[in-house]
Each structure stands twice: as C-alpha cells, then as structure tokens.
C-alpha cells in the first residue's frame, strides 16, 4: 500500500544504487497525469566516467 501522487513533477535519484530497470520504474513514478510533464535527474558519482 502506499499514495497515489499523480503531480509529482521531479524525480531525482542520487547515486548509481540500483539497476536500469528499478531506475526506469522510479522515474515512472512521476508524471502519471497525463496532463502534466516531469523531469527526471540521476546525479552519479563521478568515479563512474572516464
């Protein structure tokens, strides 16, 4: 069980803490009006680039 936000508009994730796919479904978590747009942050450590 859990709220069913349907305006959240910002979804941030910081650090790499989980596979593409728990990712994806985090960001999915915004935005689930379909009138409204969110923006989607993943800020990572900087020992993951080159």
Same mark, same amino acid.
Request: proline residues 4%; aromatic residues 8%.
């Given at each position: 069980?859990? +709220?069913n936000l349907?305006?959240?508009t910002l979804? +941030?994730?910081w650090r790499?803490? %989980?596979d593409m %796919?728990?990712?994806w479904q985090h960001f999915g978590h915004s935005a689930?009006?379909?009138r409204c747009?969110?923006?989607a942050l993943f800020l990572v450590e900087p020992?993951?680039?080159d």
């Open positions: 069980q859990g +709220i349907l305006n959240i979804a +941030i994730q790499a803490t %989980c %796919c728990t990712l689930q009006d379909p747009e969110a923006i020992m993951y680039f």
